[in-house]
């Protein structure tokens, strides 16, 4: 599976994204990855919908999953993310800090 | 206007074009000023899908019969995303053991405070609205943001930001966020989103150059320098003296806050540029401000915010400034130079163009 996730803005106008395939994660990384995206519900969470951002200084999130069968993608922002997908955005933004600092 | 069987209350209708709507609110019509924040926040709300029409009546329609204590409420996220959960300290409680429930709790309280002993506004909707901040939010959260009704503030990941309500400027600039909400709703894109961001660093540096009894002159005029992490630490995120010399790191790149218009970033992200372009009217304000002093301009930008529009660009603003300067100098309680110390400010930035 792939995953490419961009997190834009914020009180500190911050501009970090990364692309991975995760079946390249270590293992530990992967499968804590798995289970915030299996508790996240991304099937159920609504589809990317040109949503704008809500909220001040909130960040906007653009996450896109392609595996064989398909691509699906999700934005968000911190006001409007549903609540058991917040969690898994927490991850990916430290996940894209640490490969940026990491560069 | 409103059809047989639609409550006044609930339905809100919008038959007039906007560019009136804006000519009407440059001109002083407050019926059109408001009719303006509710059009383009209804708008925003439609593309969101959520239809909380009542939501949108209160943001511009503070009841008049509503009338809080502007009571503060800190509440503990535990590294959590739920808000207003476990309430850790309210209004007129002892001191917590946490000492960011405290600073959250300390620095609301010197916000508040200025706006009503100084600006005469009684909390953010100048109803006594009670003030909201939820702390310890997320896990290593590097954020903070006004949600509309409350603040949420994260810890900041320890090595490049620090705890973002351990500071009194960021405190003061998200709570400036709901007092534009409830005055000219600006609207969150572009020049009007840019004019958001301003205002809310320009009362982030006044109130924390008027608690630390500072002049113009002493003040260091960043923004965020209080939660840079240890390895950023000499850095802000922003300076309205200079903009765009306020970083340069690996994680955040180079500040590229213009502060002049031959500068003003045209691209899409940011909103296209509301933290961005603020560069340019907060090197206007810190101008004036080594001129006529920060409490008095921080005066004049407090009257143009109550006459602003949701859709102002820096053009309009420039004369909303202005005038308020103009009515402030009528009353005694500026000095009549305050204007051309304006006008020269915005000059040097180029605006208007």
Redesign the interface.
């Given at each position: 599976m792939h995953i490419k996730f961009s997190c834009i803005g914020g009180f500190a106008n911050l501009d970090l994204n990364f692309g991975i395939d995760t079946d390249e994660l270590p293992k530990e990384k992967y499968e804590e990855l798995q289970n915030l995206m299996k508790h996240a519900d991304l099937h159920n969470a609504a589809q990317s919908k040109m949503v704008k951002t809500q909220g001040f200084d909130s960040f906007s999130y653009q996450l896109d999953i392609a595996d064989e069968k398909k691509k699906q993608s999700f934005s968000f922002t911190d006001t409007t993310a549903p609540e058991e997908v917040r969690p898994l955005l927490d991850y990916l933004r430290n996940l894209a800090i640490e490969i940026k600092l990491a560069e | 206007m409103h059809k047989k069987g639609c409550s006044k209350l609930k339905c809100q209708c919008f038959i007039v074009p906007n560019y009136i709507l804006e000519n009407l609110a440059q001109n002083e019509v407050e019926e059109a000023r408001i009719s303006l924040a509710k059009s383009r926040q209804m708008r925003?709300r439609r593309?969101?899908k959520e239809y909380d029409i009542d939501g949108v009546v209160a943001l511009t329609d503070a009841g008049s019969e509503r009338q809080g204590e502007s009571a503060r409420h800190v509440y503990d996220c535990k590294g959590g995303?739920?808000l207003r959960e476990n309430e850790a300290r309210k209004e007129g409680d002892r001191s917590s053991a946490d000492p960011i429930v405290n600073a959250a709790y300390d620095y609301s309280g010197v916000v508040r405070d200025y706006f009503k002993d100084v600006l005469h506004r009684n909390s953010i909707d100048n109803q006594g609205l009670d003030l909201i901040l939820n702390v310890h939010y997320?896990?290593?959260?590097?954020?903070?943001?006004?949600?509309?009704d409350e603040m949420?503030f994260g810890d900041g990941?320890g090595v490049?930001?620090s705890n973002?309500a351990n500071s009194l400027d960021?405190i003061g600039?998200?709570l400036t966020?709901g007092v534009t909400?409830f005055t000219s709703g600006l609207e969150?894109?572009g020049q009007s989103g840019a004019l958001?961001e301003h205002l809310?660093d320009v009362f982030g540096v006044a109130i924390k150059q008027f608690h630390l009894k500072q002049t113009a002159g002493d003040a260091d005029w960043l923004i965020?320098a209080d939660i840079m992490g240890p390895t950023l630490k000499g850095q802000a995120?922003r300076s309205m003296k200079a903009p765009g010399t306020a970083f340069d790191n690996?994680?955040?790149?180079k500040d590229i806050q213009p502060d002049h218009m031959k500068n003003f970033y045209k691209g899409e992200?940011?909103?296209h540029g509301v933290?961005?372009n603020s560069g340019i009217p907060n090197k206007a304000f810190y101008l004036v401000s080594m001129e006529i002093g920060t409490d008095k301009a921080a005066l004049i930008w407090f009257n143009a915010m109550q006459n602003l529009f949701a859709t102002a660009n820096f053009n309009q603003f420039v004369q909303i400034v202005i005038k308020a300067a103009q009515k402030l100098v009528d009353s005694g309680d500026v000095t009549k130079t305050a204007i051309k110390t304006i006008e020269n400010a915005f000059k040097a930035v180029g605006v208007p163009e």
């Open positions: - | 925003r593309i969101l995303t739920k997320g896990n290593k959260f590097t954020n903070a943001y006004w949600d509309g949420v990941d490049i930001f973002f960021v600039h998200e966020h909400q969150y894109e958001n809310s965020g995120l690996k994680l955040m790149g992200r940011d909103n933290h961005i």
